[in-house]
């Protein structure tokens, strides 16, 4: 059974950056696309960004393109999500996901349902 584990999160000032990690534990092969979705208080979960099978498969949410950048490391079966210039708008819980159905040079794709595996979720709060 995969499963996913955040980390890096916490209370930054508006304007810095932050680095969030996912780890996926239980699988071996990286036959899979991750996303990076969030939800702050009152809203829906909404997609953030993800990654594919290789570099060059990233996609971003409209509000994200130019503030963050998501990579993995098969080696260590890790991707992150780098976000800068980070404003209170972006206070949210993050959460990291597999797509297990994405197929090779394919982006990733930005519907929640089409991600099986989830992890726990971690805050990130931006203050003014």
């Known amino acids: 059974q995969m499963q996913l584990v955040e980390s890096g999160g916490g209370l930054v000032q508006a304007g810095d950056s932050l680095r969030l990690s996912c780890a996926v534990v239980?699988?071996?092969?990286?036959?899979?696309?991750m996303g990076w979705f969030r939800q702050a208080p009152g809203k829906e979960r909404e997609f953030v960004g993800g990654i594919g099978w290789s570099a060059g498969t990233q996609k971003y949410a409209d509000d994200m393109k130019g503030r963050c950048t998501i990579s993995r490391d098969d080696t260590n079966n890790t991707a992150t999500l780098q976000m800068n210039s980070l404003k209170p708008d972006d206070t949210a819980d993050y959460c990291c996901?597999?797509?297990?159905?994405?197929?090779?040079?394919?982006?990733?794709?930005?519907?929640?349902?089409?991600?099986?595996?989830w992890g726990q979720g971690i805050q990130v709060t931006v203050s003014s």
């Open positions: 996901a597999v797509d297990p159905m994405n197929r090779p040079d394919t982006v990733a794709v930005e519907a929640a349902g089409s991600y099986v595996y």
């Open positions: 239980g699988h071996r092969n990286s036959d899979y696309a």
